[in-house]
């Protein structure tokens, strides 16, 4: 067992239901930066509060809940006040683990612990626990009711807990919407945030807005006085996700949990735990980046013998559909009604034939690709788009000219696995009634991976893709995968909370707008991945598909006005500033070989660290991250910018002193812009050492890809 078990437990506190009210307990991170305080207030209500370094972080803030009876809908005595601490229990654990794979090898997991048992008063009274963990970078705590007489199974009404901002801080916010975080991320004050603005919600798949003054976690903030706030929540199981409702008059923060078909928000039996809800707190931006307090909260891999899962790099039939040369459907223009909503117009030429999908191979193996996805292999596409018909897709039928047997021993050939697609258009039962079959029938044909997709309202039910219903299928998934060796790459579900520390066959996902969205929308803004990685990827890798060469679309269909709003350069950094143990080179064959020497790039890049190096950054503005590949010498650096140009310093004091590198520097050539000139790149080498810095000119919108190999 690696575990260095260092833990111990100093109980200061134990007695029979005794009144706490007005005394503070106070617990400290390790190194002290962090301080929490705990008390119950003269109403008997539970409340917190966070400081770091003295600053204040959360104000007073209300924890607790609103319950109702399953069977009658009749209200429980709320757990928000007239409560007795009934133990208190201080403990501390430092240990260190390795992940299956992830940004570096080995993870420290240090903190501070305080155990609350509250109960109300009386015969009928419920009892629960809080737990606080406080870490270094930042504090997670999570509620508990353990089994007891008076609470068997039982409804979350609402969840009351708050984060009660200093100020009117800077945030860095997507609407919360129930259903899709597909949206551009916003950066506006606390004050100023509307998801009803169709200039804040621009999503062609949104749903339904409940709240305008409610985002989504993770949720970033930049206090005026520089230090960088994170709240999202961590091992999110058998609950809904949680949203946060802004109090535009003192910028106190509560969770609005998203609700059933009904309304309720959750149905739980006791035992039960809610997930861990997190705040991430540093003054330096690139903490925040290198923050693994999320995995920590997460509980560790059930997967005892992981050697099946293997972090891939892959291309497919795939970005040909989202730019119009190809369809889905075997028909070839009879979905054009569908399409013709997300200015998609097929051309009549189904992707997925056997043919393309061997090309697609010869070029994989050729380029040393461990994966080839295709989309629109199996009969349904016809009638999955907006339609919201259950059955449309059964998993184990191919279109006439898609030969599963042929192309699963052409690619065993060839060295290279097919991924399948699981396009369940949010025909959730239907997917779930299927799941066996479907992963038998590709076991059989050699598949190990698949990408599960759930575009549309969720049906039969009306259930929203982040309530506790859709919750639970996401991990259905990633466990009846994990039984076939099966890596899962999810897209459209429920952002993620770290549970791919314990499932890592869940690859990624996307729970966010992806690529895609430049093939087919106004496209994503030029700060879109120096944000996403403060937001989005607190939780856990995404398929985000970079590596777009052929940035004006207009070269697909001459009637899209959009381009892809970065410079060719950063599409190449961007697989380093991603980290994800699943990459796609997105772009079609044909576009990467009109430009092989900056191909290249995405040919030597690795897809699992044995370290990283948060170098520089700031959200919404820039990030300059260096990797060590996992098991390698080899180091790779990425630095992106948004719309304004910049000069990056890169000091190259991580490599082995008195070792001599060759670095190729991928960057955007003098005239390059996003908007303007985004496809002109310059590729330099130079002979590297521990004390080489390099200087590196970001365009408008643009990037710098280095690869830093040991000189043979
Ligand atoms: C949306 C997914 O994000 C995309 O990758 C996929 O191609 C389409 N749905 C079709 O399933
Ligand atoms: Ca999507």
Redesign the pocket.
């Known amino acids: 067992m690696y575990f260095k078990k260092i833990a111990f437990a100093v109980i200061f506190l134990s007695a029979a239901a005794f009144s706490l009210a007005q005394t503070k307990t106070t617990v400290k991170s390790p190194n002290k930066n962090i301080e929490l305080n705990f008390w119950l207030n003269d109403k008997g209500a539970p409340m917190y509060s966070v400081s770091y370094k003295s600053r204040e972080v959360l104000l007073p803030s209300a924890m607790g809940f609103e319950l109702k009876q399953t069977m009658s809908n009749e209200a429980l005595p709320a757990l928000k006040d007239n409560l007795v601490v009934t133990s208190s229990t201080q403990t501390s654990s430092n240990t260190k683990w390795k992940p299956v794979w992830g940004d570096v090898k080995e993870i420290s997991d240090n903190y501070s612990q305080l155990k609350v048992s509250l109960s109300q008063k009386g015969d009928k009274a419920i009892s629960f626990n809080i737990i606080f963990k406080v870490f270094d970078d930042g504090v997670g705590f999570r509620y508990e009711f353990p089994e007891q007489k008076n609470l068997a199974h039982f409804i979350v009404s609402e969840e009351k807990t708050e984060f009660h901002l200093a100020g009117d801080h800077k945030a860095f916010w997507i609407p919360g919407d129930f259903d899709s975080n597909e949206f551009n991320p916003n950066v506006t004050k606390l004050s100023e945030v509307n998801g009803e603005d169709p200039k804040y919600a621009a999503n062609i798949f949104a749903h339904q807005f409940f709240d305008k003054d409610a985002v989504q976690t993770p949720l970033m903030l930049k206090t005026n006085d520089g230090l960088y706030i994170n709240i999202h929540e961590a091992a999110l199981v058998n609950y809904p996700a949680m949203n946060l409702h802004i109090d535009k008059s003192n910028f106190n923060l509560s969770s609005v949990l998203v609700p059933d078909a009904l309304g309720n928000k959750a149905y739980l039996q006791a035992p039960a735990k809610t997930p861990w809800r997190t705040i991430i707190i540093s003054d330096k931006a690139t903490d925040m980046l290198a923050s693994h307090t999320i995995l920590n909260l997460n509980d560790p891999s059930v997967i005892k013998d992981p050697s099946w899962i293997k972090p891939t790099k892959y291309v497919g039939v795939?970005w040909e559909?989202?730019v119009g040369k190809a369809t889905?459907d075997y028909a070839g223009s009879q979905n054009a009604t569908s399409f013709d909503a997300a200015g998609l117009k097929p051309t009549g030429k189904h992707g997925a034939n056997t043919a393309n999908v061997k090309r697609y191979i010869d070029f994989a193996a050729k380029h040393g690709f461990a994966g080839v996805l295709v989309?629109g292999w199996n009969t349904g596409w016809e009638d999955w788009f907006g339609q919201y018909k259950e059955n449309v897709f059964d998993f184990v039928t191919p279109y006439p000219d898609f030969d599963v047997k042929g192309l699963h021993k052409y690619a065993a050939s060839k060295n290279v696995k097919l991924i399948m697609?699981h396009?369940t258009s949010a025909s959730v039962t239907n997917y779930e009634r299927q799941m066996d079959t479907a992963y038998r029938f590709m076991k059989a044909n050699g598949y190990d991976a698949v990408?599960t997709?759930y575009?549309g309202h969720i049906i039969p039910r009306g259930e929203h893709h982040d309530g506790q219903w859709m919750v639970n299928h996401y991990v259905r998934v990633a466990q009846k995968t994990a039984s076939y060796k099966i890596m899962l790459d999810a897209?459209?579900p429920v952002r993620p909370t770290g549970l791919s520390r314990t499932y890592p066959n869940w690859l990624a996902c996307?729970a966010a707008r992806?690529m895609?969205f430049n093939a087919w929308s106004e496209g994503n803004r030029p700060n879109h991945d120096v944000i996403l990685p403060f937001t989005r990827f607190m939780g856990g890798p995404m398929d985000y598909?970079p590596g777009i060469f052929q940035l004006d679309l207009s070269y697909w269909d001459k009637n899209k006005k959009e381009t892809i709003h970065t410079t060719l350069a950063k599409q190449l950094a961007l697989y380093v500033t991603i980290c994800s143990p699943l990459q796609m080179a997105a772009d079609l064959p044909e576009s990467y070989e009109k430009k092989m020497d900056a191909f290249q790039f995405i040919k030597d890049v690795a897809v699992d660290w044995d370290d990283s190096k948060y170098l520089e950054a700031e959200p919404g503005e820039y990030i300059t991250v260096a990797r060590k590949a996992k098991g390698s010498n080899n180091w790779f650096v990425g630095a992106i910018t948004n719309e304004n140009s910049r000069n990056a310093d890169v000091n190259l004091d991580f490599l082995d002193a008195g070792k001599k590198y060759t670095a190729i520097i991928y960057a955007d050539a003098a005239d390059a812009d996003y908007q303007k000139n985004p496809a002109a790149y310059i590729i330099s080498k130079q002979v590297v050492d521990s004390k080489s810095v390099l200087n590196l000119k970001l365009a408008p919108g643009g990037g710098c890809a280095v690869s830093i190999m040991p000189v043979k």
Do not use: A, Q
Request: hydrophobic share 25%.
């Open positions: 795939w559909m989202h889905w989309e697609h396009e990408k997709g575009v897209h459209e996307e992806g895609e598909t």
